[in-house]
């Protein structure tokens, strides 16, 4: 049996049954079958089963949001959030999959070619907790357009919002089959990825966990997508409108707990204002309200489990012995970590150079736009990096120096079904979303017609 517990108050919420091995070879066969009749429909009813799913997701967004909030400990109001991202990422390939795939026409010597876009069978999705519904989502929607067939290995301890997801794809009216929830322990996931039903993986979640799962799709040369972690920088030059920064790196680090791979968690501060900026943000931390996750107006919950809480806080107190210093919080008590401000933080110190994943974020100081970048890119992370400045200038400038996979200047780093979303370095490859992500799990197939008549 896997437990379900609320991080809030340690309150079992269910137990869910494991799939054994010929629950698995079940569901496997379903979906090798489904697949086989599902790659022939028409773009058209594809589009309407899944506007039929963000319309699901919209009417239910109360029950899936509350689920999410109680197995997680994410607050209400961000999981109702959530949830309504999954229905936007649900409409937008419900209008453009068709588009995102249709013919690529190629002159050539030629009478015809072209390179078509193919779905490639079942895909395994082995997800991480932390957004256990638009993780999950960014991936479905996109593959069963595609024409792919889904299946979810979730993390233990979101198991009813897996089997939710499940049920908004069956409410939505897919075919049975189409995407299943299986619920089984991570020893379960190389057998399925071995599997020959299986043709590709995609996994979001830690570096142990891509380096295991890409070693044995390379072994089996299947495609693999990986979104392991990052540790963003936040960029404040001199020249910001600090108020501005102020409020858009409070969301950056702070939204979801700070649980979240794209937060920003290495403040990088100009010398010059490095003071008046600590002063507004530690001002704007404090008004954060820490407490019930299944209250309204809470903006900092629990961490989803104790032992996270538990890593942040050696990480802090290991930094803070090498001299760092905290301005605010700094202390946990059970799963509930206080938002945690820390500066005089050098590059060699775990708050800097590891990923911390909770309400705390390290500020480092910079005296020129090259120190700002060599301390961006110090990182063995690559997802994402925000640069605030007023000079546009100096922007377009400084985006081709840094190694990550995605720059935005002025705003937080945020997936959006528009733009394509993934890292370099250990922050993993590939990339989901936007026709880029449409295109990770299909036969790019190259056609060449010529006529002897």
Request: charged share 25%; glycine share 6%.
């Amino acid at each position: 049996m896997i437990t379900s517990k609320n991080p809030y108050n340690g309150e079992e919420i269910a137990q869910i049954k494991e799939f054994d091995q010929a629950d698995i070879n079940k569901a496997l066969d379903l979906a090798d079958n489904t697949f086989k009749t599902w790659r022939e429909t028409s773009y058209k009813h594809r589009s309407e089963l899944m506007m039929k799913a963000a319309e699901e997701l919209k009417e239910n967004k109360q029950e899936y949001a509350r689920m999410i909030t109680l197995e997680m400990g994410k607050p209400i109001s961000q999981s109702i959030s959530e949830i309504e991202k999954c229905a936007w990422v649900c409409e937008y390939y419900a209008e453009n999959a068709e588009k995102h795939l249709e013919n690529e026409i190629i002159e050539t010597d030629a009478d015809t070619s072209y390179v078509s876009y193919e779905p490639i069978g079942v895909v395994l999705a082995v997800m991480p907790w932390n957004y256990p519904f638009w993780q999950v989502f960014r991936f479905a929607a996109p593959a069963l357009m595609a024409g792919n067939i889904g299946v979810l290995k979730h993390a233990s301890n979101v198991m009813q919002s897996a089997e939710n997801i499940q049920k908004v794809f069956e409410r939505a009216g897919f075919p049975k089959g189409c995407f299943q929830n299986l619920p089984i322990s991570s020893s379960k996931v190389e057998g399925i990825l071995r599997d020959k039903r299986v043709k590709a993986a995609t996994l979001t979640g830690s570096k142990p966990a891509g380096s295991s799962v890409a070693s044995i799709a390379g072994e089996e040369i299947k495609k693999t997508v990986l979104e392991l972690g990052g540790s963003n920088a936040l960029v404040i030059f001199k020249d910001a409108n600090i108020e501005e920064a102020v409020k858009t790196c409070v969301q950056a680090r702070f939204q979801n707990t700070g649980q979240s791979c794209i937060a920003g968690k290495r403040l990088i501060v100009h010398e010059d204002i490095a003071d008046s900026f600590i002063k507004k943000f530690k001002e704007q931390v404090s008004e954060l309200k820490s407490g019930d996750p299944s209250e309204e107006d809470t903006f900092i919950g629990v961490l989803s489990r104790e032992d996270l809480a538990e890593d942040l806080e050696k990480q802090v107190n290991d930094s803070v012995e090498q001299g760092a210093k905290i301005v605010l919080g700094g202390k946990r008590k059970g799963t509930y970590f206080e938002p945690t401000i820390i500066s005089n933080v050098t590059k060699e110190m775990p708050i800097f150079k590891e990923e911390t994943f909770g309400p705390a974020i390290s500020i480092t100081t910079f005296k020129d736009d090259e120190e700002a970048v060599s301390l961006v890119n110090y990182s063995d992370f690559g997802l994402g990096v925000s640069i605030f400045t007023e000079d546009v200038g100096r922007a377009k400038r400084l985006v081709p120096m840094f190694d990550d996979g995605a720059v935005f200047v002025n705003e937080l780093v945020k997936s959006d079904p528009r733009l394509p979303f993934g890292g370099t370095k250990i922050s993993g490859y590939g990339r989901e979303l936007s026709a880029h992500g449409i295109r990770e799990f299909v036969n790019r197939k190259t056609v060449y017609f010529n006529s002897y008549w």
